[in-house]
């Protein structure tokens, strides 16, 4: 396996399964494999779940209430993007820790936490911070396995006790400080939520990893901590101050690499770097959005964002998008407007997103997220409207066509066509 750095280290991120190890590099450093399953929102039948998908809606929403709510409290001014949702928010103080309850896709990798150390799997999130486990004094957490600070010689309990809050459900925790282990690298004296209480929403198989893992920056931390990666960066130990993510449906194919970029996985010389615009979020501007070749907007704020499965945009974006497009029409759920367009059409109108003056394409599988009924012969789109942000969230939908990097030594995005 060929890196950009001879410190590189892999993380293969999946969905919770039996581990199977892989062969070494020729650097003798292992590698571990996990089988990848996607989630998503279809039924045995083959047609979209559309309730299962605006919970994921609904989610993204939660979660972007509470961190724009956790930048103000951390910063001392309100986030230039939080407008429309600032009204909404309910103001829960300090200790409020953003949870994602996933629904669709998900993406997992291993971390372990301790002396001696105790594995878990989280959910990968770059549009949130802070590390959120289940304790072993939780008595609604079955199915998941629990961290055991008794356990651990180098837990620390900070004595704060959080409540979080997400849509319908809860969490409650202690605040603990430990040392955190991740892919290849050590994060002392990580601060993390133990949680003590999961509600129904939050309880296995609903949640299925154990926890969740962000990879957004202090500034919108619910904990004021750093992420488990800024803590590692500021250390001094990575080659480079980059983490770099390819995600992918198929089985085994999707990993997150710390401190370099996996040069196998990607075409090197499409890299093409944009600037991070206001830190916080993996927050940069998209130059334009087209279809066929023909502009739908352009210098639009986005977040790219690996917790969120589709590409979320304002109503205004989302109905230009699918605007004179041939037998389209809408489905207006809670909070949010769903867009089809007949099926063996759709593929005439997929997006291409512009960064750093190159153009990436989304593909027609991809974008097609399935029947929107049975029986049915029209397919929803990928691009999915709300009123409640003017931004667009760039999600999975966009990321599984791309190698992204994530370069918080110079504040930037990089996007590569995959190899």
Excluded at 281 to 299: C, D, F, K, M
Excluded at 332 to 354: A, L, N
Aim: aromatic share 12%; charged share 15%; with cysteine.
């Amino acid at each position: 396996m060929k890196f950009s750095s001879p410190f590189a280290s892999l993380l293969t991120l999946a969905s919770i399964a039996a581990v199977s190890p892989a062969p070494t590099n020729g650097r003798g450093e292992g590698v571990i494999r996990v089988p990848l399953s996607t989630h998503r929102s279809a039924d045995v039948v083959g047609y979209l779940d559309m309730s299962a998908l605006n919970a994921q809606f609904i989610r993204v929403s939660n979660k972007y209430r509470q961190t724009f709510s956790a930048f103000e409290a951390n910063t001392g001014f309100a986030h230039p993007l939080s407008g429309k949702m600032m009204s909404s928010i309910k103001r829960r103080g300090d200790g409020v820790v953003p949870l994602i309850n996933e629904e669709a896709d998900l993406w997992y990798g291993e971390i372990d936490v301790g002396t001696p150390k105790q594995t878990f799997n989280v959910s990968i999130d770059s549009g949130s911070t802070d590390l959120f486990l289940p304790s072993v004094s939780c008595t609604t957490c079955a199915g998941h396995k629990m961290y055991n600070a008794a356990q651990s010689s180098t837990a620390n309990d900070e004595g704060n006790i959080s409540v979080l809050a997400y849509g319908e459900g809860q969490v409650a925790g202690v605040d603990y400080r430990d040392d955190v282990f991740f892919g290849g690298y050590e994060a002392q004296n990580q601060t993390f939520l133990a949680a003590f209480l999961y509600s129904e929403n939050f309880a296995y198989p609903d949640f299925a990893p154990d926890g969740l893992l962000g990879f957004a920056f202090e500034d919108i931390s619910a904990l004021g901590a750093k992420s488990v990666f800024e803590t590692i960066s500021d250390s001094g130990v990575l080659p480079e101050k980059v983490f770099s993510v390819k995600l992918s449906s198929t089985p085994g194919e999707s990993e997150l690499c710390i401190g370099a970029t996996n040069l196998n996985l990607y075409v090197e010389d499409t890299l093409a770097y944009t600037a991070v615009t206001q830190k916080g979020y993996w927050q940069v501007n998209i130059e334009e959005v087209s279809r066929n070749g023909s502009t739908i907007a352009n210098n639009s704020v986005s977040i790219i964002d690996t917790g969120t499965t589709y590409i979320l945009a304002s109503d205004d974006a989302a109905e230009a998008y699918y605007k004179d497009i041939p037998g389209s029409s809408s489905i207006v759920m809670e909070g949010s407007t769903y867009y089809t367009i007949p099926c063996d059409t759709i593929g005439s109108y997929t997006p291409t997103f512009t960064f750093g003056g190159r153009g990436f394409s989304v593909s027609e599988e991809i974008f097609n997220l399935g029947l929107d009924s049975d029986g049915s012969s029209n397919c929803v789109g990928g691009i999915v409207g709300t009123s409640e942000v003017d931004f667009w969230v760039v999600g999975d939908i966009f990321l599984q066509n791309v190698y992204t990097v994530f370069d918080v030594g110079n504040l930037q995005v990089g996007f590569a066509e995959l190899a």
